[in-house]
């Protein structure tokens, strides 16, 4: 299974001053609901170099898989399983529940990721050749917000979004359906959920969104 290899080397190059470093990203997601550090990880060493093809063929599942294993990586053995558990979709499997710790209670909300991924090759201004597509990528880093959300896309049959804000507006759409689903199975439960969407490889937009519970609403 890749994700347990991933895993496996991750922890392998791991130092007492990685493992510090990765424990408070995740502490900080799970407990705190905050991405960033965890976002700022993935193009770290913890994680094998994505270069060459990658930058062409990035997909949700590449940038999703990243993303876990940072999670899975700084929890304990006995957490990882029941942290982390893929929310199966009749369209996919583009979402992870991460159920939080165990002394948090029923009273700690849910966490619902919609992941989502552009590769430079799907821009209007994207570059060609794989060196210029990681340079291309790797500009992005200093963009802001507002710059990465006017990025047009080219449009198709399959992706028919003419911005990447307008991709992001979508996703969040598709995470409130989702997390009204989730809510069927947990009542009790409050949602945060998060919209995770990667340009190229290097640059990650997020958006929050907060969900009652579902006994609440009645």
Not at 124 to 137: D, F, L
């Amino acid at each position: 299974m890749f994700v347990t290899r991933l895993l496996a080397n991750l922890q392998a190059r791991l130092d007492s001053k990685g493992e510090d470093q990765l424990y408070t990203a995740v502490q900080e997601f799970l407990l705190q609901f905050n991405p960033a550090p965890l976002i700022n990880l993935l193009n770290s060493p913890l994680l094998p170099a994505e270069n060459y093809s990658d930058v062409h063929h990035s997909l949700e599942s590449t940038f999703k898989t990243r993303f876990q294993v940072l999670v899975l990586a700084g929890l304990p053995v006995t957490e990882r399983n029941r942290l982390i558990n893929e929310f199966c979709l009749p369209q996919g499997q583009a979402d992870t529940v991460v159920f939080p710790q165990n002394n948090a209670g029923a009273e700690h909300p849910l966490i619902l990721i919609e992941f989502k991924n552009t590769p430079i090759r799907d821009l209007v201004t994207g570059a060609t050749g794989w060196e210029n597509q990681i340079k291309q990528s790797e500009k992005f880093i200093i963009y802001d917000d507002y710059q990465m959300k006017q990025l047009r896309l080219k449009q198709s049959t399959c992706q028919p979004f003419k911005t990447i804000s307008a991709r992001l507006d979508d996703a969040v759409q598709k995470l409130q359906v989702n997390a009204q689903k989730l809510q069927g199975d947990f009542p009790d439960r409050a949602i945060i959920g998060f919209v995770m969407y990667r340009v190229g490889l290097h640059r990650v937009l997020h958006e929050r969104v907060d969900f009652q519970t579902a006994k609440s609403k009645c």
